[in-house]
């Protein structure tokens, strides 16, 4: 059974720092592009980054651009989202999701999020 943990979010000031993790399990995700999204109360859930096996492709949300960064370790199946210079806008319940490569677009799995609040 595939499960996808995220951690580390919380309550931050603006300017401040987090780091989300994502750990998953029950398959190896060699074949899987790993993203971050968020969503806001009352708005569409939106596309923050995600990360190739290689860690060569990562794509950005303009919104977030220069200020997250997003990172994986293979050996842990673990995916990170280093997030820098937070603003009130960024609060929001963070998710993760695995994209086969073969099928992208579809994210097949979803963690269960964590709330991130960025106090102004």
């Known amino acids: 059974q595939v499960q996808m943990v995220e951690s580390g979010g919380g309550l931050v000031q603006a300017g401040g720092s987090l780091r989300l993790s994502c750990a998953a399990s029950?398959?190896?995700?060699?074949?899987?592009?790993m993203a971050w999204f968020r969503q806001a109360p009352g708005k569409e859930r939106e596309f923050v980054a995600s990360i190739n096996w290689s860690g060569d492709s990562t794509p950005y949300a303009d919104s977030v651009k220069g200020r997250f960064t997003i990172s994986r370790d293979n050996a842990k199946n673990t995916v990170y989202l280093q997030m820098n210079s937070l603003k009130p806008e960024d609060t929001a319940v963070y998710y993760c999701a695995a994209d086969w490569i073969h099928a992208p677009g579809k994210y097949s799995y979803w963690g269960q999020g964590t709330q991130v609040t960025v106090s102004s």
């Open positions: 029950g398959r190896t995700f060699n074949n899987y592009v």
